[in-house]
């Protein structure tokens, strides 16, 4: 038996107003869409959906990670979601980068492997006035695979077709694409052929699925599909209200499906990219008492203006502060401290038992040289021990909310403290860690760190 | 085992200070050789190779002793560079002193000089090691704006009346430099415009930040007992300390962000080698490190002038004013003299000169007996802080 043992889907906070990019580009919208903050890309994202799902899990041989916006390229992401996943060196991480079928790609090269994490995370814009930039959600999905699962998989299908309905060159914000009458024509009748497939295989009917999830950047093909279906069935991948999530689009969905089915329910996932891919499962025993996806505890979210957010995507630059120009982690120390910079672990002394962030040879406290216990801190919520702003600071985002951090249990470090736009700070405030970029040097270097956000009650 | 004074007292015969500013028409060559040139004038009319040993001073305008050799022509000298953070010019003074005390050299002399504002920033840029890009980034106002919520909450005070004694302070370092013809910034500012300014980081705005300056200044050092061949009115050293810290502050739970602990250890040991017990009432006038307002607010505390918590209310009861019981940073202070990194530790040591020789014009003390200089680099919790203690009078 082989399925998913435990999944979980990560959201941004920044919230945008449709309204108020109607404001600016003309149309009407309402509603908001999650947007990933200044310090967040597919990696970050992706990490934050890893970390949650792998947490209380055996761990994995393999990663897949899929994404149409990678961070880098030739160099890999799957490595930096991996390494700060706390991922053993001896995991195979693998990214599946540029086309939107990698995330259907990921599920079912993960479920090929057996014991492996799928992680799939997005960044959804374009020109401003479009309609990814309207209608995209960015958000990141991770999925554990393995022989003891709270979904197991019943059986997949898939099909392949060369076809242009939408494109980007790398590089480029803009996605082009086809006319669209043309992608409904090419679309709907491979997603009813590769459910006919899928439930043929499967020995299954259209009613006896309780959950369906359709996903696909086509939004008419989309409606099209979701008639041969019931509402009902559709209903749980619909509560969320969220838009498409690109590469990651299908995870979430699945993840969403799954955390409103009961043992015994059945869940058909359809992706439509390039062709289509469907997958069923059947849900365990072991969901009853199974954690969810973690969206019911996510923080409540921010609204960006669309200023703001069109900074973020590279698309307002503003004229920068008359500062030095940002310096690059070299390679070599960032590779000396992957332990630290990637996984946030510090050293914990064998003699007085503070925690040195970051590790050193000689304890700051109690001039210990030996005896250091690697101590993972990306779980230990700490306090504020003093704050301020940083207006001259080369974050994107001004002023710089920097804090001082007392982490639970013993550890000090300062940082920048993100989802914070805003907000009112006091010494005593509550942060957990999260892994966000500091900056991107002018060589393309992206400098990942921990940084800290506000704590949640639900973490507790 | 212990710090001493020095055993051999040792004294300033001849002193000289640029003036400090955005000086677009000077390099560091220039100013170099102005307050070489100055100083030795002032010793008398010694000539350069009258010097046996030279400790230039300088964090970014230069490295090695070549520094100050190739604009003076200076040959087969020993010529040290020394680098202490902020504290590079009271360290190129220490360690001159430690020299003629030695009997090493009879006649040394300490530079300063930072040529900062070709770097086109309106703020210093520190040298930094390539790495891996986890150290917090933080601009040196935002380093230390984290002392006034920290400082509020330990002594209960609340941030509006620290941010009215860091106004004070701003005003009166503006006060004070509008009377020094060399100060970066000769101009009164009012404290309604001070306190409405906008802010840079946490508390802070413009006004409670120094002058980055590009400025040098120098002293000709000899043992005491030879002074008064060179100047009928030297200026004797009572007390050198320094004290580095460990550094760790910023990632040690037990550091709050409310004191800076190693001025305060600078301050005992030289308190101690000048015999001072009561720094309230012995000292007559303090050139501190007022890099940020709310240093000079907490030095006030951790140099024992002020009880701890107290400080804020003395600054507002005008106790460091010009005219007050205890003027502090009398000549403007980094406020609004400027400060050339290398150069402010000797240029606080050069408003000492004048006041104990009585030249101050305007802003001279009656009667002087003690004058203390603070000199600090880094930030709370990561800092490096010298202290020197001068008079008239000879140890």
């Known amino acids: 038996m082989v399925g998913i043992e435990s999944y979980a889907v990560y959201l941004p906070v920044p919230r945008l107003d449709r309204a108020d990019v109607a404001r600016v580009v003309g149309g009407r919208g309402k509603g908001v869409r999650p947007v990933a903050s200044y310090d967040e890309d597919a990696t970050t994202m992706g990490v934050a959906a890893a970390r949650a799902a792998l947490r209380g899990t055996a761990g994995s041989e393999s990663l897949w990670f899929a994404t149409t916006r990678p961070a880098y390229l030739e160099k890999s992401n799957a490595a930096t979601v991996a390494a700060a996943s706390g991922l053993a060196a001896e995991v195979a991480a693998y990214d599946l980068s540029g086309a939107l079928r990698g995330g259907a790609g990921a599920l079912r090269a993960g479920l090929s492997a057996g014991a492996s994490v799928v992680v799939a995370s997005d960044v959804r814009y374009g020109l401003p006035g479009s309609a990814d930039e309207a209608e995209g959600a960015d958000a990141a999905a991770a999925l554990v695979v393995g022989p003891d699962p709270v979904a197991e ?63 696909t950047p086509h939004a008419r093909a989309r409606a099209t599909a979701r008639r ?13 209200g ?24 059945v869940v058909l996932a359809v992706s439509a990219t390039d062709g289509a891919d469907a997958f069923v499962f059947r849900v365990t025993e072991k969901h009853a008492a199974g954690a969810r996806s973690g969206l019911a505890d996510a923080p409540p979210g921010q609204p960006v203006s669309y200023g703001d957010f069109l900074n973020w995507r590279g698309l307002l630059p503003r ?58 801190m990306v779980d230990v919520p700490g ?48 942060v957990s860690p999260t892994f966000r970029l500091a900056s991107v040097a002018g060589n393309g270097v992206r400098n990942y760190v921990w940084k800290v956000r506000p704590h949640l009650e639900e973490e507790d | 085992m212990g710090s001493h004074a020095l055993a051999t007292p040792v004294a300033v015969v001849g002193m000289a200070c640029t003036n400090f500013g955005e000086l677009w028409d000077r390099n560091v060559d220039d100013l170099l050789v102005e307050a070489t040139h100055g100083a030795l004038d002032s010793a008398g009319g010694l000539g350069v190779g ?14 090695s002793g070549l520094t100050l050799t190739r604009p003076l022509n200076i040959s087969h000298k020993p010529v040290t560079r020394v680098e202490n953070m902020c504290a590079t010019g009271s360290e190129a003074f220490r360690n001159a002193c430690y020299a003629v005390s030695s009997g090493a050299y009879d006649v040394v002399m300490a530079v300063g000089g930072e040529k900062l504002k070709d770097a086109g920033y309106s703020g210093l840029e520190m040298p930094s090691v390539p790495n891996d890009g986890t150290p917090p980034v933080l601009s040196a106002p935002a380093m230390y704006s984290m002392i006034v919520p920290a400082y509020a909450r330990r002594y209960g005070v609340s941030e509006e009346q620290i941010k009215e004694a860091m106004t004070h302070i701003a005003w009166k370092n503006h006060s004070n430099g509008a009377r020094n013809p060399r100060a970066q910034f000769r101009k009164e500012v009012p404290k309604e415009t001070i306190a409405a300014a906008p802010t840079l980081a946490g508390r802070l705005s413009v006004f409670d930040c120094s002058g980055v300056a590009d400025g040098a200044a120098a002293a000709v050092i000899v043992r005491a007992e030879d002074a008064l061949k060179y100047t009928d009115k030297p200026l004797y050293v009572h007390a050198l300390a320094l004290d580095a810290g460990s550094g760790t502050g910023r990632n040690d739970s037990d550091y709050d962000y409310s ?16 015999g001072i017990t009561d720094p309230a009432t012995e000292i007559s006038l303090a050139e501190v490190h007022d890099c940020f307002t709310p240093t000079e607010l907490v030095l006030m505390e951790e140099l024992g002038f002020s009880e701890r918590g107290k400080a804020w209310r003395d600054v507002l009861d005008g106790r460091y004013d010009r005219d007050g019981a205890l003027p502090v940073n009398i000549d403007g202070g980094l406020k609004s003299f400027g400060h050339p990194i290398g150069a402010s530790g000797l240029r ?43 008079s008239g009078r000879r140890p």
């Not at chain 1, 279906?229 to 969320?240: G, K, N, V």
């Not at chain 1, 500062?323 to 070599?332: A, M, N, S």
């Not at chain 2, 009258?50 to 300088?58: N, Y």
Request: net charge negative; charged share 25%.
């Open chain 1, 153 to 215: 998989l019943v059986g997949t299908a898939s099909l392949t077709s060369e076809f242009l309905d939408r494109w980007r060159i790398p590089g480029e914000v803009r996605t082009r694409t086809w006319e669209e009458r043309f992608g409904v024509e090419e679309y709907v009748p491979l997603v009813e052929r590769v459910v006919d497939d899928v439930l043929g295989r499967c020995e299954l009917k259209r009613e006896q699925i309780d959950h369906v999830v359709i996903s």
């Open chain 1, 228 to 240: 041969g279906f019931e509402t009902a069935q559709l209903a749980a991948s619909d509560a969320a």
């Open chain 1, 242 to 265: 969220l838009g498409y999530a690109g590469a990651a689009d299908l995870a979430v969905g699945l993840a969403l499906a799954l955390d409103a089915a009961s043992p015994g329910d």
């Open chain 1, 319 to 376: 004229e920068p502060a008359r500062r030095p120009d940002v310096k690059p982690p070299v390679p070599p120390a960032a590779r000396r401290t992957a332990a630290w910079k990637f996984g946030f672990v510090a050293a914990q002394c064998g003699s007085c038992g503070y925690r040195n962030l970051p590790p050193r040879r000689v304890c700051l406290r109690c001039s210990a040289t030996e005896g250091f216990e690697p101590v993972s």
């Open chain 1, 383 to 430: 306090r504020i021990a003093t704050f301020t702003d940083d207006w001259l600071s080369e974050s994107v985002q001004l002023p710089a909310r920097v804090v001082a951090v007392d982490f639970d249990g013993g550890g000090r470090f300062e940082c920048e403290m993100t989802d914070a736009v805003g907000r009112e700070l006091a010494i005593g405030d509550r």
């Open chain 2, 50 to 63: 009258d010097v046996d040993a030279f400790w230039l001073g300088s964090m970014i305008s230069g490295v």
């Open chain 2, 259 to 274: 004191d800076l602990a190693e001025a305060a250890a600078s301050a005992r040991t030289a308190y101690a080698q000048a």
């Open chain 2, 348 to 390: 606080m040591i050069y408003e000492m000169w004048l006041q104990f020789r009585g030249e101050a014009g305007d802003r001279q003390v009656a009667d002087p007996r003690f004058g203390l200089v603070q000199n600090q680099g880094g930030s709370p919790g990561d800092l490096v802080s010298a202290v020197t203690i001068v």
